[in-house]
């Protein structure tokens, strides 16, 4: 194998040492053996045999590709990809005006990025998902379950059951209507308790210890292979306070980044991430940009943007590579995520349909 | 820096190489440039013996002048210039993509570099009908959307099919990964195995910075190191096999109101040829749009500093 030494994943020191010595491809590195390389650059003997086992490893890889073709890890045609993509589910939101502009749902394989003021529903979206992504594939969804990552303490359990228990009764009133067989067979294992126990629950409180879980997840993944969704809600609240060095951060960023982006590709699941706003003062004005900064933006694939307009919640797609940019308005009522209603319709009586335990922005009149 | 060893050159045998290094010459590089009299007296062996070595290894390590006027029909002939399908672009970069350079898009997030590498593949793919290879280090490669331009290009379903199957698409998530993927495409070319990869003319990777800036930054140098070796890998392969190589990067600014500037800094810039910066909304002032800004940064044909609309939509 003419591969050079310098681009072997072997630690910095090792590398130094060999280059120092002469050694050029890995070829040469292979036929020199343990006993040589330890001698010419100094090293024991048991650390001359992992060098060599890492750099067969490469090697072996490499030729392996070669001679085999399509068998090695991801790498395929365009064509076969198109087919993938086409049989691939997207997680429904509930709100069909959001799975429009997003193309269907929520991607799998791929980072979405929800940013969005302090109570303008990030946290209420992302419960709506792990709920979703476990309806069952007649009705629609990806049978998946979900892991729910939470830095910021907002996961409410009461308001999950509530999520859930609509979500429940929605699919059987479809059920009803359609009185198919398959429907009444998913129905018996989408119960409330079903639901809860197939969320797994992580709490992260500091930004090492969310590094460290993202770092674990693949192992997890691999045990619990349902699990199709992963929602990390708040990832920028560890990054943002007492981080002196900033060049660390967006080191540790972009490494997380790449991280996820292999989770979401190996495992097919979707990966969800939540994030702030900060404000940038411009010349004559400011305005509210996602926090983390500007190299952050490039990590999440599809990104959205929720704000707010006098009363009414909107969500702006920011960045998407199959989508156009939109905007729709959407509701949180006290069954989840939904869409708007029209203003004539009943539903007065629950109140506007603004989510209970948020208060609304303006002090309403009471009549 | 290459070890002088037993088999390197005829004439270079395994006592020879025994006694040079016990005098200290260890490789080929020490060998050439040490005074052959002294080295002949120190190590007690023949003057001729080492003189025909020196002039075997010099034949074998050092690099050929070469002729300007051969260089340029070298050049003339296998140098081809790719239409990028836009029209604006081709106009930007002076016709299209050249092969044997390294052409970089830079932009903001949501500024249209993944739509604009995708519109060039789909071009590449369908119109001039050779094949591509997409490196994806951001997951943004949507195979749906590089339907829907296909099919905004023609109507005819097998054309399709067969443009979809002359673009390969391989997903390296990381610089290593990356790295062997270069390795493996070059070892495949200069085999010349004739697989599902045909006529290679093009090579996209989408993004660099995405796999280089979690190695930046810090007290370690091994960041700017790899940056090197890749970019190293990515101009012979440009070079070597004619290839034109599309990199994107991204931007970043100096403080929160600094103008927008290429990432990976200095030693990077001086990698690709040409430059284009794609800026969005904010330059345009409207809402919604697919409509981008497009300047050259960079180039070595043409002014700097011109700008054209391209449409992404």
């Given at each position: 194998?003419?591969?050079?030494?310098?681009?072997?994943?072997?630690?910095?020191?090792?590398?130094?040492?060999?280059?120092?010595?002469?050694?050029?491809?890995?070829?040469?590195?292979?036929?020199?053996?343990?006993?040589?390389?330890?001698?010419?650059?100094?090293?024991?003997?048991?650390?001359?045999?992992?060098?060599?086992?890492?750099?067969?490893?490469?090697?072996?890889?490499?030729?392996?590709?070669?001679?085999?073709?399509?068998?090695?890890?991801?790498?395929?045609?365009?064509?076969?990809?198109?087919?993938?993509?086409?049989?691939?589910?997207?997680?429904?939101?509930?709100?069909?005006?959001?799975?429009?502009?997003?193309?269907?749902?929520?991607?799998?394989?791929?980072?979405?990025?929800?940013?969005?003021?302090?109570?303008?529903?990030?946290?209420?979206?992302?419960?709506?998902?792990?709920?979703?992504?476990?309806?069952?594939?007649?009705?629609?969804?990806?049978?998946?379950?979900?892991?729910?990552?939470?830095?910021?303490?907002?996961?409410?359990?009461d308001r999950v059951v509530d999520i859930a228990a609509a979500c429940v009764q929605h699919c059987h009133l479809i059920a009803e209507a359609q009185e198919e067989e398959d429907h009444q067979k998913a129905l018996e294992t989408f119960s409330l308790e079903n639901i809860l126990s197939h969320i797994y629950y992580f709490r992260c409180r500091d930004y090492i210890e969310l590094l460290a879980q993202v770092y674990l997840l693949p192992e997890f993944l691999s045990e619990h292979s349902k699990v199709r969704l992963v929602v990390i809600d708040g990832i920028a609240f560890p990054f943002r306070h007492d981080f002196e060095d900033l060049s660390l951060r967006t080191r540790l960023l972009n490494g997380l980044a790449q991280q996820l982006i292999i989770i979401a590709n190996d495992h097919k699941s979707a990966v969800v991430l939540t994030n702030q706003m900060t404000t940038r003062i411009g010349q004559s004005q400011s305005t509210l940009v996602p926090a983390l900064g500007e190299s952050w933006g490039h990590a999440a694939t599809v990104r959205l943007i929720f704000h707010w307009d006098n009363n009414q919640r909107l969500a702006t797609l920011y960045k998407s590579p199959s989508q156009k940019e939109s905007t729709i308005a959407y509701h949180i009522t006290p069954h989840g995520f939904r869409d708007v209603q029209p203003p004539a319709v009943a539903h007065s009586a629950e109140g506007t349909g603004m989510n209970p335990r948020k208060r609304p922005r303006t002090e309403e009149e009471k009549q | 820096m290459v070890v002088l060893r037993a088999g390197l050159c005829p004439g270079l045998t395994e006592d020879m190489i025994q006694l040079l290094r016990a005098n200290g010459i260890k490789t080929v590089v020490d060998f050439v440039s040490s005074d052959l009299e002294d080295v002949a007296q120190k190590c007690s062996?023949?003057?001729?013996?080492?003189?025909?070595?020196?002039?075997?290894?010099?034949?074998?390590?050092?690099?050929?002048?070469?002729?300007?006027?051969?260089?340029?029909?070298?050049?003339?002939?296998?140098?081809?210039?790719?239409?990028?399908?836009?029209?604006?672009?081709?106009?930007?970069?002076?016709?299209?993509l050249y092969t044997g350079e390294v052409i970089e898009l830079m932009g903001a997030p949501g500024s249209g570099k993944t739509q604009v590498c995708l519109g060039i593949a789909a071009s590449v793919s369908l119109g001039l009908k050779q094949h591509v290879l997409f490196l994806d280090s951001t997951g943004g490669f949507t195979a749906s959307r590089l339907y829907q331009m296909l099919q905004a290009q023609t109507e005819d379903e097998e054309e399709h099919l067969e443009a979809l199957q002359r673009i390969q698409v391989v997903r390296a998530f990381s610089i290593y990964e990356l790295l062997s993927a270069l390795q493996e495409l070059r070892d495949r070319l200069s085999q010349q195995v004739v697989s599902s990869v045909g006529p290679l003319k093009m090579v996209v990777l989408d993004s660099v910075s995405a796999v280089i800036y979690p190695l930046l930054g810090g007290k370690q140098s091994e960041g700017l190191a790899l940056m090197m070796q890749l970019s190293r890998e990515l101009k012979t392969l440009a070079r070597e096999f004619s290839l034109a190589v599309v990199v994107t990067n991204q931007v970043t600014r100096d403080s929160s109101t600094g103008p927008l500037k290429p990432a990976l800094g200095r030693s990077w810039s001086f990698v690709p040829s040409t430059r284009v910066l794609l800026e969005g909304r904010e330059a345009t002032g409207e809402k919604a749009t697919t409509q981008r800004l497009a300047s050259l940064a960079k180039s070595p044909r043409q002014p700097t500093g011109i700008q054209v609309e391209l449409d992404i939509g």
């Open positions: 194998m003419q591969r050079e030494v310098g681009t072997l994943p072997l630690a910095p020191a090792l590398r130094a040492r060999l280059a120092a010595a002469g050694f050029q491809t890995a070829q040469e590195l292979l036929d020199t053996g343990p006993c040589g390389l330890s001698k010419e650059i100094g090293i024991s003997r048991e650390e001359a045999l992992e060098a060599l086992q890492v750099v067969r490893q490469e090697c072996h890889g490499d030729a392996a590709r070669t001679a085999g073709g399509s068998g090695a890890t991801r790498k395929c045609t365009a064509l076969e990809l198109l087919e993938e993509e086409q049989t691939q589910g997207f997680i429904i939101t509930f709100c069909s005006a959001l799975d429009n502009i997003l193309g269907g749902g929520v991607q799998l394989t791929k980072i979405t990025e929800i940013c969005g003021a302090p109570g303008v529903g990030k946290t209420q979206l992302c419960m709506q998902l792990a709920v979703d992504v476990q309806i069952p594939e007649c009705f629609g969804g990806v049978a998946g379950e979900a892991v729910f990552i939470d830095t910021e303490g907002s996961f409410m359990v | 062996l023949s003057y001729k013996a080492l003189v025909a070595v020196r002039r075997v290894l010099l034949a074998q390590f050092s690099a050929f002048p070469a002729n300007g006027a051969d260089l340029y029909e070298e050049l003339k002939s296998s140098t081809a210039i790719l239409p990028t399908g836009s029209p604006s672009l081709d106009q930007l970069l002076d016709s299209g």
